[in-house]
């Protein structure tokens, strides 16, 4: 039985598992977190990142290794890949976790994107603003997610505590984008090269979390889709990429700025357990494995709902017709997220009316449409 090492045992790495047992494969994890709620689905390692014997160790209980989550350090991945194939590849993960990378990655690939400038001191970001203007966005490069990491400008008076609150480190000004909304590509690479892309998804956001994913999205067929989907290949060549990609854009005035990317499978394609012919989790093992990709369509109409802080009464949730719900087996806390619940219709107009039946249950404003 072929076993894939995964790095990382969140809930993206549940998800790969459970999509792995009918391939007849088996998913290994590695985390620093004993109590990784992958962990019930597999094989757990549990040690530090830096740690060379448990990284060789791991590697010779595994046939290859991916990663569930963007934050796995570098060295980490190329520790593994002198021993067994490491997909993405680590290059991509370097990328993504550099916000400056990443935007001049897109650069020179002429995707369009918010401007944005490094800022190494205060004084850098007085010239950045300068360039670019207020209102933006004063981000760190590295390390941050969920909204974290993140301040914006909107006054001349917002910078000295926004660089007090996060400076100290290599920093990035990004120019505010009035966008309509945001939308998300997710595709797919084999090692073989064969691509396949998912429909575009709308996506909500409060507080910096994913709150709502609807697909496809609404009046995104055609050359939006055919945009972004080249967007996602020009990047997936680049990188020598292998695996699912996630790449998060905005849609401003008729035309797509990409924000970011997520080297891993992605929570805005969660919907696509239930609501395409293959889910990203099945395609991203496919992939890694030189395996054919499966199709992408959508089968009817989605929305993908996170449960952030606390559960509903499953019992409610799974009452709603045409409701799929995920619980990951993790501890309640505020802003965490729990789990999801995707609702699967063929119109439009009955997702909307079972969406509606679940908002009254998650107390969730974003759902408001």
């Excluded at 203007?133 to 000295?160: M, N």
């Excluded at 690479?189 to 994913?213: C, K």
Aim: overall charge negative.
């Amino acid at each position: 039985m072929t076993v894939v090492g995964v790095l990382g045992a969140g809930q993206l790495g549940r998800m790969l598992a459970l999509a792995g047992y009918p391939l007849g494969l088996r998913c290994a994890f590695y985390d620093e977190n004993a109590e990784a709620p992958a962990g019930h689905l597999g094989a757990l390692t549990v040690a530090s990142w830096d740690d060379r014997a448990a990284l060789d160790a791991f590697a010779n209980t595994v046939d290859l290794v991916t990663y569930e989550f963007e934050n796995v350090p570098v060295a980490a991945a190329e520790r593994l890949a002198e021993h067994v194939p490491v997909f993405p590849p680590p290059k991509a993960l370097d990328v993504a976790q550099d916000r400056l990378k990443e935007k001049t990655l897109f650069r020179d690939l002429d995707v369009d994107t918010a401007k944005f400038a490094a800022v190494d001191s205060r004084a850098d970001l007085d010239r950045a603003v300068a360039g670019i203007g207020l209102p933006s966005v004063l981000k760190t490069r590295t390390q941050g997610y969920d909204g974290k990491g993140q301040r914006v400008l909107r006054r001349a008076e917002d910078l000295d505590p926004a660089f007090a609150a996060i400076g100290g480190r290599p920093l990035l000004l990004e120019g505010f984008v009035p966008f309509e909304r945001e939308l998300s590509i997710l595709a797919a690479r084999s090692r073989t090269g064969e691509t396949a892309f998912w429909p575009l998804v709308e996506n909500v956001h409060r507080d910096g979390i994913l709150r709502l994913s609807t697909a496809p999205a609404i009046g995104a067929e055609g050359a939006l889709t055919d945009e972004a989907a080249a967007i996602a290949g020009r990047t997936l060549e680049a990188l020598d990429y292998v695996g699912v990609l996630a790449i998060e854009l905005f849609q401003h005035e008729g035309r797509l700025l990409a924000n970011e990317m997520a080297p891993r499978v992605h929570n805005s394609g969660h919907w696509t357990i239930e609501g395409a012919k293959t889910s990203q989790f099945e395609n991203h093992l496919r992939a890694v494995l030189g395996l054919p990709l499966g199709a992408t369509d959508a089968i009817g109409v989605s929305a993908m709902v996170n449960l952030i802080g606390e559960t509903p009464d499953p019992a409610a949730l799974l009452g709603i017709e045409g409701a799929h719900l995920h619980l990951y087996g993790k501890p309640a806390r505020p802003g965490r997220k729990l789990g999801h619940v995707t609702l699967v219709e063929p119109e439009r107009a009955a997702l909307e009316s079972a969406l509606g039946r679940v908002a009254t249950l998650v107390a969730e404003p974003s759902l408001s449409r």
